[in-house]
C-alpha cells in the first residue's frame, strides 16, 4: 500500500492552482490593455437605475461578553452616475431617492472613485485622521484604487486591489483597509470606533452586489482590538420603478456646485505631505457635512447662486481642515 501522505501530494498536485491576489501581476502588453479595458467596463457598468438592498450582521464575537446585534435589512432606490471617465480615472455619484408624504426627496449618497496602477492611497487613519499611504510598487501593475467619499465629498476609505476571475465570477477585492463607523453605528456610541475591512465588488446578472467583511474595532490600552465580526451585503438590482428624473435634476442644478467642493476637496490633501484631518460628529459625519449639502439644497431651491455656494463651501473646507505633514 503506497504512502497515504504521498497520495495526498499527489492528488493536491491535479488542483488548479488560484490565483494570487497579493502576488505581483506580470502579463504581456496585450493581455494587460484587455484586462484594463475589462476592468473599465466593469467599473463603469455600476452606474444606473437601482433598489438597493442592504442586509448587515454581526457574527462572531471577539470577545468575552459582547452579544452581536440581531440582522439588520433595509434598502432603497439609488440612482448611480458617471461623473469623471478619463482612461485611469472613474468617478461614481451615488443618489438616493426617497419617497416620503407623497413628495420625491433626493439625497446625495457616498461616492467612489476608481483610479489605476496608484502610487498612493489616502487611508483612514482613525479620529478624524486621514493619511496618505503608499502602494507598494511591485503591487501596482495591473491595479486600481477605489476611494470612497462621505456625502459632504470628504475622505471615507480606500483601497487597492485587481479584478480577476474565480469559480466563473470576476470580482475586484480590496486589500484590507481601516474605514471609519458607519452613521448606522456611529449614532449608538458603541464600544467599536472603526472597521478594519475586505471589500468585494461583483457583477451579478442584474446588477452588482458590494460585500463587506467588517472587522470592528475598539480601543483597549491604546491599541486597537477585535471586538465582533460584521458580514454586509448590498445588493444593486436594475430597476426603474420611481422617479429617477427627480435624481437627475437634482444633479443637473447642483454638479457644478459639487464640483467645485470635490475640487476643494482635492486642493488641501493634495497640498500635504502627511495627510488630513477634519473634526467628526457622530451623526452628520464631518462637522460641516450638514452646511455642505444644504447649499446644495439651496442651489437647487434657486435661492442662491452656484458661485456664492461654491466660495461658501471652500471657505468652509479650507478653515475646518487640518493638514498633516
Given at each position: ?22 502576488g505581483?501581476?506580470?502579463q504581456?502588453?496585450?493581455e ?10 466593469q ?37 448611480v452616475?458617471v461623473?469623471?471617465?478619463?482612461p485611469?480615472?472613474?468617478a461614481l ?12 426627496h ?14 498612493r ?7 478624524g ?15 486600481w ?9 470628504s ?9 480577476e476571475?474565480?469559480a ?11 474605514r471609519p ?10 464600544v467599536?470606533?472603526?472597521?478594519y ?6 457583477p ?22 477585535p471586538?465582533?465580526?460584521?458580514s ?22 447642483t ?19 502627511g495627510?488630513?484631518?477634519?473634526p ?18 439651496d ?7 452656484t ?19
Amino acid at each position: 500500500m503506497k504512502n497515504p501522505s504521498m497520495l495526498i501530494v499527489a492528488a493536491l498536485a491535479l488542483l488548479p492552482v488560484p490565483a494570487l491576489a497579493d502576488g505581483p501581476i506580470r502579463q504581456t502588453t496585450v493581455e494587460t490593455q484587455a484586462a484594463k479595458a475589462a476592468d473599465r467596463a466593469q467599473i463603469l457598468a455600476m452606474a444606473g437605475n437601482y433598489k438597493v438592498r442592504f442586509d448587515m450582521q454581526e457574527t462572531t464575537p471577539w470577545v468575552a461578553g459582547y452579544t452581536p446585534l440581531e440582522r439588520k435589512i433595509s434598502g432603497g432606490n439609488e440612482v448611480v452616475r458617471v461623473i469623471e471617465d478619463t482612461p485611469d480615472h472613474i468617478a461614481l455619484q451615488h443618489l438616493l431617492v426617497v419617497e416620503h408624504d407623497g413628495k420625491t426627496h433626493v439625497i446625495k449618497h457616498w461616492r467612489q472613485d476608481w483610479d489605476y496602477q496608484p502610487a498612493r492611497v489616502l487611508v483612514y487613519a482613525g479620529q478624524g485622521r486621514w493619511v496618505w499611504e503608499a502602494v507598494p510598487e511591485r503591487m501596482r501593475a495591473g491595479r486600481w484604487s477605489q476611494t470612497v467619499y462621505q456625502v459632504d465629498d470628504s475622505p471615507r476609505y480606500a483601497g487597492w486591489g485587481q479584478f480577476e476571475t474565480q469559480a466563473g465570477v470576476r470580482r475586484w477585492r480590496s486589500n484590507w483597509t481601516w474605514r471609519p463607523l458607519a452613521r448606522r453605528d456611529a449614532v449608538r456610541h458603541p464600544v467599536y470606533d472603526r472597521y478594519y475591512s475586505i471589500n468585494r465588488h461583483q457583477p451579478t446578472p442584474t446588477g452588482w452586489i458590494h460585500w463587506q467583511d467588517n472587522t470592528k474595532m475598539g480601543l483597549k490600552d491604546g491599541k486597537p482590538v477585535p471586538i465582533v465580526q460584521e458580514s454586509v451585503l448590498n445588493t444593486y438590482e436594475r430597476f426603474d420603478g420611481y422617479d429617477v428624473k427627480a435624481a437627475d435634476d437634482y444633479w443637473a442644478k447642483t454638479k457644478d456646485y459639487w464640483a467645485a467642493v470635490r475640487a476643494a476637496w482635492t486642493r488641501v490633501v493634495a497640498d500635504t505631505k502627511g495627510g488630513i484631518a477634519i473634526p467628526e460628529e457622530a451623526e452628520t459625519g464631518t462637522v460641516i457635512s450638514g452646511r455642505l449639502l444644504a447649499i446644495a439644497d439651496d442651489i437647487q431651491a434657486g435661492k442662491i447662486t452656484t458661485a456664492a455656494g461654491s466660495t461658501e463651501a471652500q471657505s468652509l473646507i479650507e478653515g475646518r481642515t487640518t493638514r498633516i505633514e
